[in-house]
Structures are given as C-alpha cells and as structure tokens.
C-alpha cells in the first residue's frame, strides 16, 4: 500500500522570520495580495506587523477582513468576490485557523470556479486546479492550518460544519513566526494549544497512522506538554511561543496526511451548533475519547504517557494507558479548559442534534475504535 505525505513548497521558522515575505513573494513572480485575516487582529495591531513589511518592501494589497471565528460559505463567497475585484494574483492568510481556512475556500473557488457554490466543496473534493497561492502566517499556536490539506467551513442553512479535503488548498508557503502570536488571550493560547494537543494524539492512534506520522506526532505531544503552561503563563516567553509555533506544525504535518477521529467528529458540531471554539471543544471531549478509544489503543497510550512526561516504569499496560489520559486532563485543566458540557450553555436536549451531526462527520471513521451513534451520545453524556 502506499503512503501519501503532502506538505508545503517552503516553510520559514523563527522570530521574525515573517520579513521573508516579500523575497518569497518575489520569487513566485506575484504582483498584488488580497490579505485575509480578521477585525480583532486588525485592532491589536498583529495584521500590521506583516502588512509593514509588504509597505516596506512596496508591495501592493488589499484586505479582506469579514472573517468570522468558524468562517461560513458566506465568508468564502464574499472573499471571493473581493479577491475579483482586487486585482489581487494571490492570497495572505494572517491569522488563525480560521483565516487560513477561509483562504483556502477563496483560493480553491477562484481557480475552480464550478464549486462556486461552497457546499459542493465538503468532503474530498474533486478540483482540477491549484489553489490561488496562498501564503500563511498562523497567529495562533493551534490548528496547523497553514500545512495541512484541510479546511473547515459552516454551511449556515444546515448549520453544520463542512470539512474540506484537498490536496490543492495547501498553502504554498507557510510562515511560523512566533512574535505574531505574543497579543494571543491566555484562553486562546490554551485553547488553540490543546487544539494542537488533540491533533497530535488523534494523529498518533487514527487508522491511517504509520511510522513517518508517528516520528511527527510523538514529538509534539512532547513539546506541547514541555510549552504549553509556560505559553499560558508567560504570553511573551519566546521560549514558550516558540515551542508551541514548532509544535503544532509539527503535529499539522503528519495529522494532515493520516486523519483523525471521534474527538474532532464530535467537536465540530458543538461548534456549528452551539458556536463553542473548536480547541475549547475539542480539549473537553479529549480525555474522554482517549478511555473510550483505550482497548484499542494499549500500547500506544503507554507510548503517549511517557511523551507526557509521565514515568511508566513499573506501570501495567492499562496503567500506563491510563496514565496518559489523566496526564492530558491534568494538563487541560491546568490551563484552564472547562470540563463539562453545562460549562458552555449545552444541556442534555441538545446531545441528540449533536449525535446526528458527529456520527456523520468525515473525521469519525479515522477513529481506531468503531462507533455508533447511541454511544456517541453517551459520550456526550459523560462530558456533561
């Protein structure tokens, strides 16, 4: 069977390295950007940070900004018709993931404009052409969008969250530079970086993985558990940014290419539906699946502990197992994530509508474990 591994064309790491821009832009030979990015990154000044340099070097642009935190088919459409009127012969994305996705959805639709509708775009989609270029600079330390070959879109009739897979939406390059996210809230910080947390675990057990995404995997969870509290704590340690930059690229890279599970599955609708921010979710539901999905999974929990930083030595396989669920609890709690379901407005009503959209996701069948709707909703219930 062979393996498929996509990433970007070229990456940049490090303080400051956002002033490698205009030399990347010079050398795919493009003219004009629309910048994609969103109203409170605009106020803080962290879009400016990068627009200076695209002053400095003389480069036109525009801005797009009508981006919402789960972005819409209505966002996409709307970028794309500012991308037309632009001018513009590419696409910076600054922000988190939800700027890089809705990038990709205008990059995508612009070059294909048959799927000018959105929607047709859910799941594998089959486009004929790349992407318009897009270059992104991630503000948050979370969803890796800027690497992977994934974007996530809400369908505001169905009001359900559509993911997109697409090997031409990958942004051509990919930009890591930790100085953009020192203006990060601690919450978000937390929230984006148990995102990247659930990506490298999901990752690391999802069916599709195998040794090249496991190498990519096991090395974040180990940066993630070393950085995150200290990122939370010390918004502008750059040891801590750094870390959490590298680590969440890292954990994109491989989850990209091998899927994955029933955490993300469910998350998304409490997103779709109830708004929740996908890291928040996702952290919540995190602990939970891991003991739903622990048969299956033995000897990788244990695997998964000691890249936690817990000593298993002595430990029985179940123990270990267990282990690396408390040690993610431990962790989550210790940032500061909410534990229960009633925490965020959802009460026990709202887990059937839930159920239904997660057991239909495109990221439930990577689970290791089989499941089925009436045990999603118990899944549900424990979290409440």
Known sequence: MAQRFILNEVSYFGAGSRKELPQELKRMNLKKALVCTDKGLLKVGTTKMVTDVLDEAGFPYEIYSEIKPNPTVTNVQQGVEAFKTSGADCLIAIGGGSSIDTAKGIGIVSNNPEFSDVVSLEG???????????????????????????????DEKRQAKMVCVDPND???????????????PKGLTAATGMDALTHAIEGYIT???????DMYELQAIKMIAENLPLAVDEPTNPV?????????????????????????????????????????????????????????RIERFGVIAEAMGVDT??????????????????????????????????????IPALAAQ?????????????????QIIELYKKVL
Not at 126 to 145: D, E, Q
Not at 207 to 213: D, E, L, P, Q, T
Not at 252 to 265: E, I, K, P, R, T
Not at 313 to 330: D, Y
């Open 358 to 374: 997660a057991i239909a996701d495109v990221c439930t069948p990577g689970n290791p474990r089989d499941v089925t709707e009436e």
């Open 313 to 350: 030595k002595g430990m029985t396989p179940e123990q270990a197992a267990q282990a690396a669920v408390n040690a993610v609890r431990a962790l989550s709690i210790r940032v500061g994530i909410p534990q229960h379901l009633t925490d965020l407005g959802i009460t026990e009503k709202d």
């Open 207 to 213: 069916k599709g993985a195998w040794i090249m995404s």
């Open 124 to 154: 594998v989609a089959p486009t004929k052409n790349k992407s318009v270029p897009i270059i992104a600079l991630p503000t948050t330390a979370g969803t890796g969008a800027e690497v992977t070959i994934n974007y996530v879109i809400i």
């Open 240 to 296: 801590g940014r750094e870390g959490m930059a590298l680590a969440q690229y890292i954990a994109a890279q491989a989850f990209s290419n091998v899927g994955l599970g029933l955490v993300h599955g469910m998350a998304h609708p409490m997103g779709s539906l109830h708004d929740i921010p996908h890291g928040v979710a996702n952290a919540l539901l995190l602990p939970t699946i891991m003991e739903f999905n622990m048969p299956t």
């Open 170 to 184: 990958i942004p051509a390059v990919a930009i890591i530079d930790p100085e953009l996210m020192y203006s990060l």
